[in-house]
């Protein structure tokens, strides 16, 4: 075709398109030639991989924010930057895209064939930053683009992939009329008294070339030009002056086959270094240790020292630019180091023989975190902390990895477990257990040869042992392989029993009874439920509590048994805001609301969702958003808001990027098969509802009754619509369909604009008091005057204009306020 890519992309607001690019704070300089250059490449219809190559320091990074930035209006799927600098092995460049995506690992799929079919069809464009240390994975990158037709990559490397597909783009040293304009830029940032001139240009201009024209080195240069002139910075830069440190060899074969510009590199950062107080090198040194960036907090507990001390420290180092906040969240105390200095700083560390120090006491603020993390996700500071583990999460890999491959029996190798077992409430809220699989599995087969070969059958290994069982349950659960899960929250039981360990016995009843739920043994659930509340109930454990008394409702809902699940629900419902558990009162909100639907009363149902909803972004758990988004179609399908549940189904379907649980795949496909069958796109019910047939078989997994009757109506119905052979053939091309490609088939038929919601409709689905709030929007008035005029908060005014745009599939403000002048009865009165 000879259309361009941009001829064919859709008009999208950038505001709408999912992005994590960092917010940067300079303007590139001169880079004007290469800008252009790299964003025509991506633009081209014949191009899939731009790899942007040069040296260290010469600002390949830079280039490649600025080009995916203008670029985003051009992947309505998404622009993301993926920094692949911490990792150190190719394998976890899969596992990193999918954690950046918020990818969930399918039943019976790994994470590269989660990728495939995740980035099938998505016009995304990912940013892979820092590739040069893990070329194996080149294949991996081929691999993922011949499967991803609309998939495009731009990578950052030192040197090319060496792929047919690859664009690769030299990124050369700066000019030195630019390289000079760099260094008098930033030396006037930190000097405001620097003032170029005649007299110094030439010197300047001989220190930019032996500087090599690399952005980081000039940068680092003009820092000192509140202490050195010009002349006296480049006397500092004379080849007499031999680098100490040989840390960029580690990108190379050996010092001598290392190109001039990377001795250069190495030459400023060890000047640079040379220049800071003993403390400043101290806290420098400790700061390499955390690959994913570090807080002022962690950084004082692994250097042993008061906060305050390390914070004039690291502020020391920030404006020296050896140290940098993390821009992409300014509003976090947390910072990072330049890679290269990075390197440069632990190179350090192993020549001062600290490297066993700060091992050691990089575990000890990991395995300390953890056992925070066992306490406040269950408090009412759960919000807060999920976000802080998100921003660890490769530091405490780093720390499971040291932990892990110790000497077996070791107290650092049982620390290991520790750190493990106490982030299992994080993997469960963010249903992230597949991204700890190989800790998991690696703890696992190692107590067991430790066990076997030492035969160590003690308390301590056997609680060790048995956590490790309750993860790999939870890890079966979150995969969908609930016979698995069962088997090993029974083994898990099994050994807490043997311990005493009432708590622990609590705990892998209630995850033992969730997986034989899920089975279909629901009297066998019911049963290790009851026994293990009133476990919870002697031991005074409140979150067990409620964690039981929600699993139990939801057997007795799903069995239709509704008045015995409300009253469990209200009580833990009760219990929930006792202990300002966030995640128990969106579930139980969630549930209740589900309940409400199967006794008629659908505005009630709406009603609560709307509040689930709002709790489930606060705490940031998209499996709890996609459950409420789910219901909450099936509660506007009841009133016949077809439009509004089809809005909500496929918010949810978005959503579900980062849940696992095939069951609830399942209900939005069922939800999917309702909302078609009403729009009137009968073949397309009929197809999804042999996809939903086929996958409950294969994975053993029973209709909800509450809802099984709805549904059995309507295929009867369906049944009677179509003539038998058209049926017959919808059946067949329906069973051929995967869940993925159900939903992909289901967006595609719905590919066409939405019906604008009529005012008796919305009359029906807003409330009287978001119908106040519209009216006053619509004069203008901001959600602060809002506020004023109805005396509410203005949270629950922002709550009201959020439930009024999802409901009436508005964008924005300026269209709601449109729309309300345009449907208004206009002797209404607001």
């Not at 026994?531 to 964690?547: P, Q």
Request: charged content about 25%; overall charge negative; some cysteine.
């Amino acid at each position: 075709m000879s259309s361009s890519f941009r001829e064919r992309t859709p008009a999208s607001s950038k505001s709408s398109i999912p992005t994590n690019l960092p917010r940067s704070l300079t303007r590139l300089i001169g880079r004007d030639r290469e800008f252009k250059s790299v964003r025509a490449l991506l633009l081209r219809d014949d191009v899939s991989l731009v790899t942007i190559t040069g040296w260290g320091g010469v600002g390949k990074t830079a280039l490649a924010l600025q080009a995916a930035s203008s670029l985003l209006e051009e992947f309505p799927h998404g622009v993301f930057f993926i920094n692949l600098a911490p990792l150190t092995k190719s394998e976890l460049i899969p596992i990193e895209i999918a954690h950046t995506l918020k990818i969930k690992r399918s039943t019976g799929s790994d994470v590269v064939g989660n990728l495939r079919e995740f980035l099938a069809g998505q016009r995304m464009l990912l940013v892979l930053d820092n590739f040069e240390h893990l070329m194996q994975a080149a294949s991996f990158v081929s691999d993922l683009l011949s499967a991803c037709a609309s998939l495009k990559l731009l990578v950052t490397s030192r040197e090319p992939l060496r792929l047919r597909a690859e664009q690769s783009f030299l990124v050369r040293p700066l000019e030195t009329e630019h390289a000079i304009e760099l260094f008098t830029r930033r030396a006037q940032s930190v000097n405001p008294q620097y003032n170029p001139s005649e007299n110094n240009h030439e010197t300047v201009a001989e220190l930019c070339r032996r500087l090599d024209g690399l952005p980081l080195t000039i940068e680092l240069a003009a820092l000192r030009t509140r202490l050195f002139t010009p002349d006296a910075l480049l006397a500092r830069l004379k080849p007499d002056l031999q680098p100490v440190s040989r840390i960029l060899n580690l990108l190379s074969v050996g010092a001598r086959d290392l190109p001039e510009r990377q001795q250069s590199l190495r030459k400023t950062i060890e000047w640079s270094y040379s220049l800071l107080d003993a403390e400043e090198q101290k806290t420098l040194r400790a700061a390499s240790v955390f690959p994913a960036g570090f807080t002022i907090r962690t950084l004082a507990a692994i250097m042993e020292s008061d906060e305050e001390i390390v914070l004039q420290g690291v502020s020391s180092l920030v404006d020296k630019n050896l140290v940098k906040p993390a821009t992409e969240r300014l509003d976090e105390e947390r910072f990072i180091l330049l890679e290269a200095i990075r390197e440069y700083a632990w190179d350090e560390i192993t020549r001062l023989g600290e490297v066993e120090r700060l091992r050691t006491s990089y575990i000890a603020v990991y395995l300390s975190l953890s056992e925070r993390a066992g306490r406040e996700l269950q408090s009412d500071s759960q919000e807060h902390w999920l976000t802080a583990f998100d921003e660890e999460f490769i530091n405490i890999n780093l720390a499971l990895e040291m932990c892990l491959t110790s000497l077996q029996g070791s107290e650092r190798w049982k620390n290991g477990f520790r750190i493990l077992n106490n982030f299992h409430n994080y993997f469960m809220l963010h249903g992230q257990f597949h991204y700890a699989a190989e800790h998991i599995a690696k703890a696992r087969t190692s107590i067991e040869e430790y066990e076997k070969k030492e035969h160590a059958g003690g308390g301590e290994i056997l609680r060790l042992k048995a956590n490790i069982y309750s993860l790999t349950g939870s890890l079966a659960w979150a995969m969908g392989n609930y016979r698995d899960g069962a088997d090993w929250h029974q083994g898990a039981y099994q050994i807490y029993e043997s311990l005493g360990d009432e708590r622990g016995m609590a705990d892998a009843l209630n995850n033992w009874a969730v997986n034989l739920a899920l089975m279909g043994e629901y009297q066998a659930a019911l049963e290790r439920h009851d026994k293990g509340l009133t476990l919870n109930r002697k031991i005074g454990d409140r979150w067990g509590e409620a964690r039981q008394l929600n699993n139990l409702g939801d057997v007795l809902r799903i069995q239709g048994r509704d008045e015995e699940a409300l009253s469990k629900f209200e009580e833990g419902l009760a219990i929930a805001k006792e202990i300002k558990d966030g995640y128990f009162i969106s579930s139980f909100l969630c549930n209740i609301a589900h309940l409400k639907i199967h006794i008629g009363d659908y505005k009630a149902a709406i009603s609560l969702l709307e509040s689930d909803l709002v709790s489930s972004q606060r705490t940031e758990t998209p499996y709890l958003r996609a459950w409420s988004l789910v219901i909450l179609a099936r509660a506007y399908l009841k009133l016949g808001g077809i439009e509004s549940a089809t809005r909500a189904i496929l918010e949810g379907i978005g959503a579900l990027n980062s849940v696992t649980e095939v069951a609830l795949k399942i209900e939005y496909l069922d939800a999917a098969v309702l909302a078609l069958a009403q729009a009137g796109k009968t073949n397309a019910a009929v197809r999804l509802t042999a996809c939903v047939a086929k996958v409950r078989a294969e994975l053993n997994i029973p209709e909800y009754l509450p809802d099984a009757a709805d549904l059995r109506e309507l295929v009867q119905h369906l049944r009677e619509t179509l003539p038998a052979d058209e049926y017959t053939a919808a059946e067949r091309k329906g069973r051929e369909l995967t869940i993925e490609s159900a939903f992909a088939f289901f967006v595609e038929e719905l590919n066409q604009p939405v019906p604008a919601i009529l005012e008796s409709e919305a009359e029906q689905l807003l409330t009287a008091r978001e119908r106040e709030v519209l009216a006053l929007l619509s004069r203008g008035m901001t959600n602060e005057e809002i506020s004023k005029e109805l005396v509410v908060v203005v949270k629950t005014v922002e709550k009201h204009v959020a439930n009024i745009l999802m409901k009436l599939g508005l964008k924005n403000r300026t269209e709601a306020a449109a729309w309300f002048i345009e449907n208004a009865n206009p002797h209404q009165n607001p």
